[in-house]
């Protein structure tokens, strides 16, 4: 453009132009000519197919070249809008007959099925004038859980009996004598009067005997899937945090010899898995909470108790996970929780609002603000007189917020064991 204009002011320079342009010319199309052409470049992804929510997932591009020369690419994946991806798009070399790695993280924030979008590859000329776009679908589907890495941590500690670094109480009490476990050598704290003298004077030291907590219990999980556990705490909704405590305490019940079951509702129920134990049952578990979400609908107790008193008769630990926020909600929870009380156990596990609490906790600065922390103590002293009255009817109250809704849950459930109240 600059001897453009020269040729303008001065037309004898004109052919000077002319000879520049083509030479220009012909230089983009001996650089097109350079391109990679499409069949000597492969893409293939690298990654699992079962992710966990909240948690970072490491997944990687691998660009092939079959070229003679090396060839500077750019990358980049579409996602889902549930799928954070960070590390794309990316830029690096890929070298002669070579292969070039880019990795990348996928952090999801919703559970349940998803497919990755199309790839994009753009593989530069030799000297750069030109790109040429790859675009293609590398099959990939994803199944987004509840926190499954921390189930894995927690077989790791339970295997060397150390849950309690996860912060869970290993609780001794009543239960503690109730079924033989088996024979080990006495230590100097082990009570003397569970020496076993047969066993001794066989093994010729002391034995003594040891005992665990009864089995072959039930432990049964309601979960609310109404729009009033859409509330987030940490990044999760309340859903979230209810169903991967779901999912470590049904593995923990599970190790400890216990029956599992569930049932998950908003108007309708969504899912019930009987009660049943085994090996099998923590997967079982597993695929039946992925694809939970939260419904923009009221919960239905009606349906949800009527289904349970039908279909669990055996006496079980009712565990119910849900976020009652008004006396209308309690009042069509209440006649449902006194009649399951006849025969279970009820759990019920409230998930706070956090920022109602710190909001009636604060100090107002204004007139306004007043009413907003006199509205917030209001609504924080009904839900304790909720949670006696609860206590009252039989039922076991936990009011958490939801970053201690794991270690709470299980903890209870450990208690219950110890004191038999099964």
């Known amino acids: 453009m600059l001897l453009a204009a020269i040729a303008v002011a001065a037309p004898e320079v004109a052919g000077v132009v002319w000879i520049v342009d083509l030479a220009l010319l012909a230089l983009l199309v001996v650089d097109a000519l350079s391109l990679p052409r499409r069949k000597q470049l492969t893409i ?19 660009v092939r070249s079959t070229a003679r020369r090396p060839i500077r690419v750019d990358v980049i994946e579409s996602m889902p809008d549930e799928l954070v991806i960070s590390g794309l798009p990316a830029s690096g070399w890929v070298p002669s007959r070579g292969s070039t790695r880019f990795g990348y993280q996928i952090v999801p924030k919703s559970r349940g099925a998803f497919e990755v979008g199309r790839t994009y590859v753009r593989a530069a000329s030799l000297l750069g004038l030109w790109k040429r776009q790859i675009k293609l679908v590398i099959e990939h589907p994803l199944k987004v859980f509840p926190d499954v890495k921390a189930l894995g941590k927690y077989a790791l500690l339970a295997r060397r009996n150390r849950i309690d670094l996860l912060g869970f109480r290993l609780t001794r009490g009543r239960g503690s004598d109730v079924e033989f476990d088996r024979l080990r050598e006495y230590t100097p704290d082990d009570d003397y009067r569970r020496i076993d003298a047969l066993a001794s004077a066989r093994k010729q030291k002391l034995i003594t005997r040891q005992y665990q907590v009864s ?19 940490g990044g999760l909704s309340n859903l979230d945090h209810a169903l991967n405590a779901t999912l470590m305490l049904s593995a923990l019940a599970v ?15 969504r899912t019930f898995l009987p009660v049943a134990g085994g090996p099998r049952r923590k997967t079982q578990v597993l695929h039946a909470l992925y694809d939970l979400h939260v419904s923009e609908e009221e919960a239905d107790f009606d349906d949800a108790f009527i289904t349970l008193q039908k279909r669990v008769r055996q006496r ?12 209308a909600s309690f009042e069509l929870l209440r006649p ?11 759990l019920v596990l409230l998930l706070r609002d956090e920022d109602l609490f710190d909001l009636a906790e604060s100090r107002p600065s204004s007139v306004s603000k007043f009413y907003e922390v006199g509205a917030a103590a209001e609504l924080a002293t009904w839900r304790e007189h909720m949670a006696s009255h609860l206590s009252r009817m039989g039922a076991l109250v936990l009011d958490v917020t939801p970053s201690m809704t794991t270690p709470e849950l299980i903890n209870s459930y450990l208690r219950i064991k110890a004191e038999q109240l099964l």
């Open 316 to 327: 079980s630990l009712v565990v119910m996970l849900t976020n009652v926020m008004d006396a």
């Open 336 to 346: 449902h929780l006194k009649a399951l009380t006849r025969r279970h156990l009820p």
């Open 215 to 233: 089995r072959n219990q039930n432990v049964f999980f309601v979960i609310d899937c109404g729009r009033l556990m859409a509330s987030e705490s």
């Open 255 to 269: 190790d400890l010899g216990d029956n599992v079951g569930l049932l998950a509702f908003d108007q309708t129920v």
């Open 44 to 62: 293939t992804r690298e990654g699992g197919h079962n992710l966990s929510v909240g948690t970072t997932n490491n997944f990687a591009l691998i």
